[in-house]
């Protein structure tokens, strides 16, 4: 899902540009102000753990394997401003180290994998947790938060590249939407196996507003 | 050679030796000695200006891939690992960008069909692929160049002169230091997993995965918090000051010239 440069038109990258940037500075002062001087400490090292967790590669049916993609874990675990910050720093050095993604459309992979991931699948984690009581009902919101983020962020790129020209929306869309919605099945497990784990060693982690 | 390897405690992966990052940026080359942020603002000027390219003619490609030719020869580093590092774009230009041809209105240069089904591809289809693809592939390689030929460290320093907010730069710096301390960390808990776990099916393998990741968010958040605390003790409130040096030569002027040059002349021949 990270675009690469060259497949979206300026009338997407730059507005992509403008809103991460602009999402980011709001982010960075909601959590600055929460941790102060502890926000550059915290949010680099899980930044790194993101980084690292992405690298392990789970089995999935057949032979192939997939990955953490984390935005919704991210943002259970964090808050979602801060899941936000994590994931969109994370994406950045995968651009500038790894050539994942353009640099030009780093804005608009920023909004999409950070942003819709962290934003939306906390309220969604939020909305579910509230109806459904204790434990299970943090696990079963988590993992369907992190099943739609994943399909809402590859929603998003289908749209940005049909607006862009590439491909029409009515292919695209259902073709990155019906992959996802695989990938996120993978997403959704892991994001619950690691949860199950962190409220049993660690539950005072999880973000409490 | 660090500590551990000197005291021979040697493992599969080496310890805080992950040459992924950054491999090549230690050569000295004449790309290597380009001032850092005159790198930064040529390669978003290449960029940039490889993406407003019209597709119209081949002339203007071939103009940006003689510059980067130029510039990867100038950096010593082996084009086979810039070759390698670029195909990155491969499964994305293949998922999205290969149905284009088909569905592109436009004159049709070949047609199949079969009973119900027909294909057709069209010229305006073929040119915008071919577009997108070089347009991807150039604009790839040209960061590849850029930051390959800079030690990460020193790329962010020169963010941090081109006015990039403090607090991210302190955000990602702290990344390029623990992420290898992170890694070495994962490694060993897989290494550990391996020695012991051979039965199981995929579920629980996956489950014995997931909780190395959480066990491994648990670790990171409690060092983030023992780093945090050290470095209140030095007396940390909320900045990092270092110390920077960098200084605009003759031959990083005649650098951005030369490749401002290029881009014009790249720009005419597109019309």
Redesign the interface.
């Known amino acids: 899902m990270?675009?690469?440069?060259?497949?979206l038109s300026?009338g997407t990258w730059v507005p992509g540009w403008i809103v991460s940037v602009g999402g980011?500075?709001l982010c960075?002062k909601r959590v600055?102000s929460i941790l102060?001087?502890?926000?550059?400490?915290?949010?680099?090292?899980?930044?790194?753990?993101v980084?690292?967790?992405q690298?392990?590669n789970?089995?999935?049916i057949g032979g192939t394997s997939g990955h953490?993609l984390g935005g919704a874990l991210a943002a259970v675990?964090l808050g979602p401003c801060a899941g936000a910050?994590v994931i969109a720093?994370?994406l950045?050095?995968q651009?500038?180290?790894?050539?994942?993604g353009?640099?030009?459309a780093l804005g608009v992979n920023v909004f999409n994998m950070s942003f819709i991931g962290a934003f939306l699948g906390y309220y969604i984690y939020r909305f579910i947790k509230s109806v459904l009581r204790g434990n299970a009902g943090i696990l079963a919101g988590a993992a369907i938060a992190a099943w739609l983020s994943v399909v809402a962020a590859s929603s998003f790129c289908a749209l940005e590249?049909a607006v862009s020209g590439?491909?029409?929306l009515r292919?695209?869309l259902p073709a990155m939407a019906g992959v996802h919605a695989l990938i996120g099945i993978g997403e959704a497990?892991?994001t619950c196996?690691?949860?199950?784990?962190?409220l049993k060693?660690?539950p005072d982690?999880l973000y409490n507003e | 050679m660090d500590w551990r390897g000197f005291l021979g405690i040697f493992s599969k992966h080496d310890r805080m030796h992950h040459p992924?990052?950054?491999k090549y940026s230690r050569l000295d080359s004449f790309m290597h000695r380009i001032d850092p942020r005159v790198k930064i603002i040529s390669?978003?000027f290449i960029?940039?200006s490889?993406?407003?390219t019209k597709v119209s003619s081949p002339v203007p490609f071939i103009l940006y891939g003689i510059l980067l030719s130029a510039f990867i020869a100038l950096s010593k580093i082996p084009p086979l690992f810039i070759l390698k590092?670029?195909l990155?774009?491969v499964p994305?230009?293949i998922f999205?960008?290969f149905?284009?041809p088909f569905?592109k209105k436009g004159e049709v240069v070949w047609a199949f069909s079969l009973g119900w089904f027909h294909i057709a591809v069209t010229r305006e289809g073929v040119i915008t692929f071919s577009g997108?693809?070089?347009?991807?592939?150039?604009?790839?390689i040209c960061?590849?160049v850029f930051?390959a030929s800079t030690r990460?460290s020193v790329?962010l320093k020169a963010f941090e002169k081109l006015k990039v907010?403090n607090?991210?730069i302190?955000?990602?710096?702290?990344?390029?230091?623990?992420?290898f301390?992170?890694?070495d960390?994962?490694m060993h808990m897989?290494q550990a997993k391996e020695a012991r776990s051979i039965k199981g099916g995929?579920i629980f393998?996956?489950?014995a995965?997931?909780?190395?990741?959480?066990?491994?968010?648990?670790k990171?958040?409690e060092?983030?918090?023992s780093?945090?605390i050290a470095?209140?003790s030095r007396g940390?409130?909320?900045s990092?000051h270092a110390i920077h040096d960098f200084k605009l030569r003759f031959i990083d002027i005649f650098f951005s010239l030369i490749t401002l040059v290029f881009l014009l002349m790249a720009k005419t021949a597109a019309g």
């Open positions: 990270h675009i690469p440069d060259g497949f300026a980011l500075g960075i600055s102060k001087d502890k926000m550059v400490p915290l949010m680099g090292v899980v930044s790194a753990f980084f690292a967790a690298m392990l789970f089995p999935v953490l675990l910050i720093v994370v950045t050095v651009c500038i180290i790894f050539q994942d353009g640099l030009m590249l590439i491909s029409p292919v695209a497990l892991i196996f690691v949860l199950s784990f962190v060693v660690r982690l | 992924y990052i950054d390669a978003a960029i940039v490889v993406l407003f590092r670029s990155v774009v994305f230009a999205v960008a149905f284009i569905f997108i693809f070089a347009k991807s592939f150039l604009s790839t960061l590849i930051t990460f790329l907010p607090i991210f302190m955000i990602v710096s702290f990344i390029y230091r623990y992420i301390v992170i890694v960390e994962l897989k995929k393998h996956g489950r995965l997931a909780n190395m990741i959480g066990s491994l968010f648990v990171s958040y060092r983030a918090e780093v945090y470095m209140c940390f409130n909320g990092i």
